[in-house]
């Protein structure tokens, strides 16, 4: 069973994620092999991932776990953490452990094995962002967890094991520090502004329309005033809401549109940059809250972590972000 | 001028080095080229750096610049944050930034290219750990600068750009993010307790003896509770110090003993690992402070930052701290 554990000075938890177990030596020649050979997220291999926990298809009569379909979730073959078992919380000494309790699901987004969240296109896309939408609604409703996160790893040099498109989420027990900053970040500026800091950002953004990548109606991509990498996006919905359930069937395909440019934009000015993208939002089961907002955050991965990021937690970025921003407003797609 | 900004919503920083500035093509085949090929750090070569702001060397005759050094420290070349100008810090409607105002410099370890942090001998590491210390202490002058991160990356993977032993230091104008997290997180504690957290870890290590990796007279050395990255490990200080600048002689040649040790255990599981170090303490002319530690935090580089670290804050770990300790302490060095 995977275990929880919390640093006791500055709170971060972590996993230790036992089902992955290894001895020294098997780090020595790691290397994603993403390329070529069997894919286990291709039609016709439905029997080597774990049964599906939701499919889409365009057909009344598919058969679960069979072709067919248009987009497909399936547990993690490896999870970092595991679904079944009770939440066990307990000391030893001045530390703190719970059991490695949660969800670990792949989202399979197109039975194309060469086709990429760039060229999928966004009536496409706006499948994925729904399957995103169905599994928050599910977990939601076991009162373990209290927030999934929703992310995408492109490139092996970005952490994905499987080239076939994919994104995943984790269900956790806990609320991960980066929301809990989030949220105590907003609330002070709420509390001192009666505003949304978010809110005030994007109004911010389109006066100065400096870091401005594109919008629509809906939704508003900007490179994000100190970004921790080179062109670096954040999608945001310009009606203010914290929770990405919040959304009706108009934000899901404005959002899909105003996301695939961003992926073409951003794979026009590097080709082929591998990438993650993670989805921010309330935490499960909490009220609509006045300053928070949810959004989605794109980091291409260009820059090396390296000591100083280790240890001060400070990024060094080699492009100002209006740069960025102009090459990929400019970018021809 | 680099240029320090803040992001509005968590108040992490970010360094914009506009000095390395690029365009987008000039990631896409960005790889670190370490071997081989011509030293600027070696012997002979010592035009090719700024000139030196410190340098160690057995003979009284040595000239500046000039082999025959034992260790040098010079700027860096293209350093992240600049030393000449004023700390301007100015608001951008609700943004916040500053002048990249700092100093970066790089402690060339040894004049033999091919030696590491790991074949140094200790007497001779004694002298990196002195550097840093005076670095540390003439940097603290400039009342300008607030924290003083010190830090090594060794190997391509861990970003070092060089292949030449050396760590490097960069001055802040502000102290960084994950030591404010730290001072926090231990005043906290302390104001509970009244007791150091992390003089409290060292006495729960000792006792429970199941992540101790080596121990002297004067340090400990740790694998943590809650490690970010496997054969992550801790060099602590037992007697409570919060400053670095609090080590008396028999404290240097104690830290030079535990840290190769650690160096050599861990090169011994996994040889050639690539690793990230970084030296944790006080912020610049604080006064000595009860509730915070001084200590050094070794990473090794063999998990990737995919996604879900990117967007949680949590970590995956795919081995046990408690195992990590026993390979670390059984390794024959």
Not at 5 to 10: A, E, Q, S
Not at 151 to 160: E, Q
């Amino acid at each position: 069973m995977p275990e929880l554990r919390k640093d006791p000075i500055i709170g971060r938890w972590i996993i230790i994620a036992t089902e992955r177990g290894k001895r020294p030596t098997d780090f020595i020649v790691e290397k994603n092999a993403t390329k070529g050979g069997f894919c286990p997220l291709c039609p016709g291999n439905e029997n080597t991932t774990p049964p599906e926990v939701l499919s889409y298809s365009g057909s009344a009569g598919h058969q679960p776990n069979r072709p067919g379909w248009e987009l497909r979730v399936v547990p993690n073959k490896y999870p970092a953490l595991v679904i079944e078992g009770n939440l066990n919380k307990e000391g030893e000494g001045l530390y703190d452990r719970m059991n490695g309790i949660g969800a670990h699901e792949v989202i399979i987004e197109t039975p194309d094995h060469h086709e990429t969240f760039t060229t999928l296109p966004p009536e496409r896309m706006r499948k994925v962002f729904w399957a995103y939408r169905d599994r928050l609604v599910d977990l939601g409703q076991d009162p373990r967890f209290r927030y999934v996160m929703v992310f995408k790893n492109f490139g092996a040099a970005a952490g994905a094991s499987l080239e076939h498109s994919h994104s995943q989420l984790i269900a956790l027990p806990i609320v991960p520090r980066m929301i809990s900053s989030e949220l105590e970040g907003s609330l002070s500026y709420y509390k001192y502004k009666e505003r949304c800091i978010f809110c005030d950002i994007i109004r911010q953004e389109i006066n100065q329309d400096l870091r401005v990548v594109a919008q629509n109606e809906l939704f508003i991509a900007i490179v994000p005033y100190a970004p921790r990498s080179p062109f670096e996006m954040w999608v945001l919905p310009k009606r203010h809401a914290s929770s990405y359930l919040a959304m009706d069937d108009a934000h899901f395909t404005a959002l899909s549109q105003i996301f695939s440019e961003c992926m073409r934009r951003l794979d026009k000015c590097i080709p082929g940059v591998p990438y993650n993208f993670v989805l921010h939002g309330a935490p499960l089961r909490s009220q609509p809250l006045e300053h928070y907002h949810w959004h989605f955050e794109i980091m291409p991965k260009l820059t090396m972590i390296a000591g100083f990021e280790w240890g001060s937690g400070f990024y060094i970025n080699p492009i100002p972000p209006e740069e960025a921003a102009r090459f990929l407003k400019e970018a021809s797609i």
